[in-house]
């Protein structure tokens, strides 16, 4: 019997309307376009708007076109795995609300937290389930609204982050595409500088963490950004060795789109060109679980049949960690 392996064959992303540009953001704290650009490479970045709209309503148009790219009914999916870190509620999980509103009636769901890096994890963890032979159809979303965890006085961090997400689906393949190896790590002594302060069980929201503003993301830039570029290059390095593949194999670095400089480094690191980096925080910003399947949404007509992808992403946990997949279908 040929060997089980889970590969992607299909992709799906949505941004939400409102264009935040970097002009806007000038008249709302002190910072410039100049600045913005030259030390993240973000021009513009989605969000979300309305009333009683969560993360779910970034995920729920992502895979209802899904579904439809795929030719799959909703009652043949088996499970559904939504990365986020801004999840509608705390309970029920948001997979569990993209499920009822896509009609997944015979999936069941769940959400995974591992900040920028979650989509990966969820990936990897969707595609045991594919290899073991229990599952056939196994939807992966990464979807954040960041707008919402953003302190729009705070100039460090508004600039950064954006709202939006993809999903794909995972089936099993037997011709050796599809998921390939993957390296995930995690360093819990890197809390400290990248969190939210408050809204957890450890400090529950009460009217003085409110007034504190500690219910928004705190970074702490220089020491994260000092993690990221190492954390990521690493681990991108060692998985294309394991596999003994050359920059020359690599036909695309799909990496996390927090800052343009992380993402040069992880590249110069692999000895890949530009020309095979797959970009896009200029109009979307980061939108933590959501940069990868925005990516592979994005740059789905230039995939071929066979490409090596590797996958890399860096976040808060710290997480981090890297994926190398075959794909599995020409553009369609």
Known sequence: MSKITAAITGVSGYAPDYVLTNQELETMVDTN???????????ERRILKGENQGTSAIAIPAVLDLLKKTNTKPEEVDLII????????????????IAAETGL??????????????FLF???????????GKYKKIIVVGADKMSAIVDYTDRATCIIFGDGGGAVMLEPNTEGLGIQDSLLKSDGTGAQFLHMKAGGSRRPATQETVAARE??????????????VKGMADVS???????????????????????KRIIDATANRMGVGSEKVMLNIQKYGNTTSGTIPLCLWEYEPQLKKG??????AFGGGFTWGAIYLKWAYDPK
Not at 105 to 118: E, H, R
Not at 122 to 132: H, K, M, V
Not at 237 to 252: P, S, Y
């Open 307 to 312: 490409d090596n992808l590797i996958l890399a």
């Open 33 to 43: 376009d100049e600045w913005i650009v030259s030390r993240t490479g973000i021009s």
């Open 122 to 132: 969820a990936l990897a963890t969707g595609s045991q389930f594919i290899e073991t």
């Open 82 to 97: 939504c990365a986020t870190t801004t999840p509608d509620m705390v309970f029920p999980a948001t997979a569990n609300i």
């Open 105 to 118: 009636v015979n999936a069941f769901g769940y959400d995974l937290q591992a900040a920028c890096s979650g």
């Open 237 to 259: 390095a060692e998985v294309m060795e394991r596999n003994n593949l050359t920059a020359d194999d690599v036909a695309w670095l799909v990496p996390h789109q927090a800052n």
């Open 215 to 228: 219910h928004y993301a705190y970074q702490e830039g220089q020491q994260v950004f000092k993690f990221a």
